[in-house]
């Protein structure tokens, strides 16, 4: 599955003569349910995961439907290794409640008293 997430990227990279927006129009599509690829891959998938933060940081603040973004799933989910993926997003910790759309990640965190996203 990797493989395959890496040359649809790779593809999209390629046709795109825009630049970097337009490449990135994949990563950002969404399902009916409003997830994006990410959102799928931080359940399961840290490799995918990685693959996806590579193409577009962005994507981690995204909310889908149920107004959880990537960043959040991986909070509720209390996965500390896609958690270390994701944090490539976050270039300061104001970003988690600026740019998350939805339901905030840091909220979820203190809910649960998970405190690695805190600190």
Known sequence: MLE????????????????????????????????TALHDAVKHYNDIVQCLVSA???????????????????VEARDVGALALLSQAIHNKGDITTKAEGLNPVFRAIELQYWVIIF
């Open 56 to 74: 577009d940081l962005g994507v981690s603040y995204y909310s889908n439907k149920a107004g959880k973004s990537p960043l959040y799933l991986v």
């Open 4 to 35: 395959t997430i890496k040359a649809l990227l790779h593809y999209s990279s390629m046709r795109s003569n825009a630049g970097t927006e337009e490449a990135n129009h994949f990563v950002r599509i969404k399902n009916e349910m409003g997830n």
